[in-house]
């Protein structure tokens, strides 16, 4: 496997993201080969400070960067020649298997759909984000998390099938139960879209929906994978990252619970609905984190993860 990454990405650019590097390849020797995209001089100067590592390493210069903040649309067309551009390029054409990368997210999803398209034409691609267990256990997914803030009743079926697909085949969940986040359990409960969505989910032979769930129920292991708008899971995401910070302040991020509340340990959010594999990292990920987002963007590539989700939706 070769993964791709853009090392010009996130705030703490690229010290960080070349440091993740480095732990990935030295935590998992041989696992895969790392294909580093972003400025000539510093890939040459890591490459010559870390001669060790170089036969796993690819170099691709790219000269251009973007921004945290451009437009991602308009950054795609005028930067043609930055990191991300020419990552997705390479995936697209299968020089790499993966593609990741801390910084721009919404270039990244633009480009991932623009670059490799869509499984299917009128899916809409979306972000998952790992949710651990008050309890314990195997963690479970939310999504969307903030990849299309206004979400159709008949998108939470897809959302429920892309969920059902990753947890299978990443955390290895045989039968994944399926909530949808809601503000009550009942059928008749919830807005518009969540009581249209509920109909169309009870009706999909191919899940295992068991209904809605509340708020209190995100984190216990009622549902596997929990599926919302992507408004509502990114205010649940940012409000999660929250509480990890608070228990840290605390002196309680020892406590299993708080502890795998830490973005770190997920390394970011994978791009589900696209042809091939693309994950994004938190914008303030560290070498840490960025270490885990190589591995998680590997564990989809090797499990052929798009593919999985192109079989499933067409039998949904």
């Known amino acids: 496997?070769?993964?791709g990454?853009?090392?010009?990405?996130?705030?703490f650019a690229p010290d960080a993201t070349l440091e993740g590097v480095k732990l990935a390849l030295n935590a998992w020797a041989g696992q895969f080969h790392i294909t580093l995209f972003g400025q000539e001089n510093l890939l040459n100067a890591f490459v010559h400070d870390h001669k060790e590592l170089a036969a796993n390493l690819s170099l691709v210069p790219c000269e251009e960067v973007i921004l945290m903040g451009s437009s991602p649309v308009r950054a795609l067309q005028e930067k043609q020649d930055s990191s991300i551009a020419v990552g997705l390029n390479y995936l697209s054409e299968g020089n790499i298997d993966a593609f990741c990368?801390?910084?721009?997210?919404g270039a990244m999803l633009v480009g991932a759909v623009l670059k490799t398209g869509v499984v299917?034409?009128?899916?809409?691609?979306?972000?998952?984000?790992?949710?651990p267990r008050i309890h314990g256990g195997k963690d479970g997914v939310m999504l969307d998390v903030g990849a299309i803030a206004d979400t159709k009743a008949e998108n939470l079926v897809d959302l429920a099938v892309l969920g059902s697909v990753y947890a299978r085949e990443i955390l290895k969940i045989s039968n994944p139960k399926i909530g949808l986040l809601s503000i009550g359990e009942e059928p008749e409960k919830g807005n518009a879209i969540t009581i249209a969505g509920h109909k169309l989910l009870a009706e999909c032979r191919d899940i295992n929906f068991i209904g809605n769930i509340e708020g209190r129920d995100v984190f216990t292991d009622k549902a596997d994978v929990v599926v919302t708008s992507g408004f509502t899971g990114n205010v649940v995401v940012?409000?999660?990252e929250t509480f990890y910070e608070f228990a840290k302040e605390a002196g309680?991020?020892?406590?299993?619970?708080?502890?795998r509340l830490n973005y770190e340990i997920y390394g970011g959010s994978p791009i589900l609905g696209v042809n091939r594999p693309v994950v994004v990292g938190h914008g303030i990920s560290s070498p840490t984190a960025i270490q885990h987002m190589i591995r998680l963007s590997w564990d989809i590539a090797r499990n052929g993860l798009p593919e999985q989700i192109?079989?499933?939706?067409a039998h949904a």
């Open 120 to 131: 299917r034409d009128d899916l809409r691609p979306c972000l998952l984000s790992t949710l």
């Open 101 to 105: 990368s801390a910084g721009n997210t």
């Open 238 to 240: 940012k409000l999660a």
């Open 252 to 259: 309680l991020d020892s406590h299993p619970f708080f502890d």
């Open 1 to 3: 496997m070769n993964i």
């Open 310 to 313: 192109k079989q499933s939706l």
């Open 5 to 11: 990454i853009d090392i010009m990405g996130g705030d």
